[in-house]
């Protein structure tokens, strides 16, 4: 689908942080048109600042009817920021939130309870076209509006759609928050490198290779990943010494990772209750 809609009555983003602006570089590039685009923010980045010469709206009056206000400000900001977009509300414009933990139903008390508003969970690897972001709409979306929201996130990676709004805070704790754990674990493999005599940089170069080529061939391969793990994995080689360590049922990466996400998803839970 194009972004005509978007195109012809206008795109708000309110918040143009990392996610803000990692979403805006995409639609830009998918044809997005500057002067259809009115950023709100406080402290816009200089890249922002430069959009205005291309006709982008900064921290101007909002448009009447905009098809669509993205909300990409932190969830603790949200009582602050939100007054500023109650004229939009309960019309045609469809709202857009990618907040962690705030719920439809805070966005429909603060905004009318008449507005189409949709829930999403992108994540920063959108900022190089390959995010994945997860969206459910409330029932005042259609299918055309939810379109528009997909075509969208669509443009910085992939989407999925969810059956109820419960999965969110799962999905938060997964791939919205995830990108982090790989990144950890890019930087305690390049560590662990280090430890076993590798110059830093170099064990660096091969832990972020590494981590890179695993996630291209666990997407692009029809085997699963479990399949691919056991073809990395010789009998009774260097490998099967490591998976010993990781797998271990107490204090193993499964063990682990599972507290993690537990963590994040009651995370998400309590910020949506603050
Ligand atoms: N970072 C991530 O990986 C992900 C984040 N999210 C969600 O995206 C949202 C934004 O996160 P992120 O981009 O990381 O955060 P950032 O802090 O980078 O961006 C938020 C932006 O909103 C601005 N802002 C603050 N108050 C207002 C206001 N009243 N009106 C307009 N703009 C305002 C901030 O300005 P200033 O800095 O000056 O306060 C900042 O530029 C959050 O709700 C988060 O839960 C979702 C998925 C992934
Ligand atoms: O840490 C956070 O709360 C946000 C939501 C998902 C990723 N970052």
Redesign the pocket.
């Known amino acids: 689908m194009t972004l005509s809609r978007v195109n012809e009555n206008g795109l708000v983003l ?7 602006s990692a979403m805006l570089q995409g639609w830009l590039a998918q044809g997005l048109n500057a002067n259809s685009v009115t950023v ?5 980045s200089q890249w922002v600042q430069g959009l205005v010469q291309q006709g982008l709206h900064l921290n101007e009056p909002l448009p009447t009817t905009p098809a669509i206000c993205i909300i ?4 603790q ?1 949200m009582g ?2 939100l007054p ?1 977009l109650r004229a939009l509300g309960n019309g045609t414009t469809v709202f857009l939130s ?5 719920s439809i139903g805070a966005f429909a008390d603060a905004l009318g309870d008449q507005s189409p508003i949709i829930r999403a ?4 690897p959108a900022a190089v076209g390959q995010g994945i972001t997860a969206l459910i709409g409330n029932a005042h979306i259609n299918d055309a509006d939810m379109q528009m929201g997909e075509a969208l996130l669509s443009a910085v990676g992939q989407t999925v759609r969810l059956a109820s709004e419960d999965q969110m805070d799962a999905v ?1 704790a997964v791939s ?2 995830g ?1 982090a754990y790989v990144f950890h674990l890019i930087e305690t493999l390049a560590a662990a490198g280090v430890a076993q005599g590798l110059p830093k940089d170099m064990a660096l170069q091969l832990a972020k290779a590494t981590v890179a080529g695993a996630g291209a061939l666990a997407q692009a391969a029809d085997e699963d990943p479990t399949q691919l793990r056991i073809n990395v994995t010789s009998p009774n080689g260097t490998t099967a010494a490591a998976l010993e360590v990781l797998m271990n049922e107490t204090d193993g990466f499964p063990a682990l990772l599972n507290r993690a996400v537990t963590a994040a998803a009651d995370r998400s839970r309590e910020l949506g209750k603050e």
């Open positions: 309110l918040g143009c942080g990392k996610m803000g709100i923010d406080p402290h816009p990409a400000v932190k969830p900001m602050d920021a500023a990618i907040a962690a933990g705030t969970m992108p994540n920063t938060t919205g928050s990108p």
